[in-house]
């Protein structure tokens, strides 16, 4: 939706070649999200119950990835830290990576064998 918007010019599902491997980046992106997931996996349990598991599954799914984008990968690739600090950038981080959180927490109650 951000990017049919105009908000961002990065489209869904990019092809484009990542370096040095030359995969498409959306395969990238989906072997870091299943790395994030693993990383999930290990605190999920800390997380409060109720509505403030949702809360936290957002805050982890916003901040953690998105940090870790904005300064560790950006000076591996040499890249602008915090994207640049463009208003666009900083919140199509948050809400994509947010919504990861948030999704992955609702599937992890959906299909978890122990639900809490």
């Known amino acids: 939706m951000l990017y049919a918007l105009g908000f961002t010019a990065r489209s869904p599902f990019p092809m484009q070649p990542t370096k040095p491997f030359h995969l498409p980046v959306i395969w990238s992106l989906a072997f870091w999200g299943g790395i994030w997931g693993i990383a999930w996996g290990a605190i999920d349990r800390r997380f409060p119950r109720g509505a403030g598991y949702w809360i936290w599954a957002l ?40 919504a990861w959180g948030l999704g992955t927490a609702l599937f992890l109650r959906l299909f978890s064998r122990s639900r809490k």
């Not at 904005?70 to 948050?94: C, N």
């Open 59 to 98: 805050i982890f799914g916003a901040l953690g990835p998105t940090l870790i984008a904005w300064f560790l990968v950006a000076a591996l690739k040499g890249q602008l830290l915090g994207g640049g600090w463009k208003g666009s950038v900083i919140i199509t981080g948050l809400l994509v990576n947010g």
